[in-house]
């Protein structure tokens, strides 16, 4: 074992997405390299201890090494997640504090939105070389550039920013640990949200998308293609929208047949589809918990 590939995996999720989780696992380890195994962290935001039982039976433990990671043990003392207008939930600002808890001797990290699907060996996405960028990622399926008009940087003038500037999805990050903590990405993201909270529609995004412009490495779009988009043999299915676990589900099917065929893999075989009324529950739980913080209690940035 010792001479195999390891590969170093981040994933955040809670309980409603947790089923997600499990066929994003099977997925990996399904077309996984004989020579690699997965160091995987799951930053957890009010994991069951049920679940996680029926996580470790479901997973290859000869593949995946699974480590959790409470929420509360990742955020600094003195940080307040920002309170944005979005029905996203708090845990998207997570992926920022990923660099806070990895080993010093990890050089790089994949991070994967728990909402994938991985089509072939991770391996290969590993090995991309980014050693002169901060990140590796794969340019939006659909807000292409920063002057897009409903998802890119609306005030991209304000930070002498090109309009046509290439816009990345956060789903997917390629990160070289150490150019992240010399650029300070972790403090200048949650400041950049903190002072341009009316133009952060897609929070985590926005500030990435302009403290990397030019600090990141655009890779293969096969890496990051979202369910809604046919397209043949994809590398990564990234079911953005309506999740496969829905019966409103309205992407490309055959994707949703791909994610049941890992998913009938798991404990959770058999599990019946969510209806819509749960989905809007979700959505509106999101926005409480946010309305619940202290009014515009932030990270007092020059204190830190």
């Excluded at 470790?56 to 307040?80: A, F, Q, Y």
């Excluded at 290439?166 to 950049?192: H, M, P, Q, R």
């Excluded at 985590?204 to 490495?217: C, G, P, S, V």
């Excluded at 019946?272 to 926005?287: L, T």
Aim: proline residues 3%.
């Amino acid at each position: 074992m010792n001479n195999k590939e390891i590969i170093t995996i981040v994933v955040i999720s809670d309980a409603h997405y947790f089923i997600l989780l499990a066929a994003l696992i099977k997925s990996i380890e399904a077309n996984l390299d004989k020579n690699c195994i997965i160091d995987l962290w799951v930053i957890e935001d009010g994991i069951n201890s049920d679940d996680k039982i029926k996580l470790k039976k479901s997973i290859n433990s000869t593949i995946t090494n699974l480590h959790w990671k409470e929420k509360r043990d990742i955020i600094p003392k003195g940080i307040v997640l920002p309170r944005d207008k979005t029905s996203f939930p708090t845990n998207i600002y997570y992926r920022f504090f990923i660099t806070n808890f990895i080993s010093p001797t990890v050089k790089k990290v994949i991070y994967l939105d728990v909402d994938m699907i991985v089509n072939v060996d991770i391996l290969k996405l590993w090995q991309i070389d980014i050693s002169d960028y901060v990140v590796g990622a794969v340019v939006d399926n659909n807000v292409k550039t920063f002057d897009n008009e409903w998802g890119g940087i609306k005030n991209y003038k304000d930070f002498n920013l090109p309009a046509k500037a290439k816009y990345f999805n956060s789903g997917l990050l390629l990160i070289n640990i150490e150019k992240w903590k010399e650029n300070d990405i972790t403090k200048e993201a949650v400041k950049c949200i903190r002072e341009n909270i009316k133009y952060a529609d897609y929070p985590d995004q926005y500030a990435l998308n302009i403290l990397l412009y030019n600090k990141w490495l655009e890779i293969d779009p096969l890496w990051n293609i979202f369910a809604s988009n046919d397209v043949e043999n994809p590398y990564i299915i990234h079911f953005t929208g309506r999740k496969p676990i829905y019966k409103s589900y309205t992407n490309i099917m055959k994707y949703k047949k791909i994610f049941y065929n890992y998913i009938n893999l798991t404990e959770w075989r058999g599990t019946p589809e969510i209806n819509e009324i749960s989905r809007y529950f979700k959505k509106i739980k999101n926005v409480l918990n946010k309305i619940n913080f202290k009014k515009y209690l932030f990270l007092d940035i020059d204190n830190s």
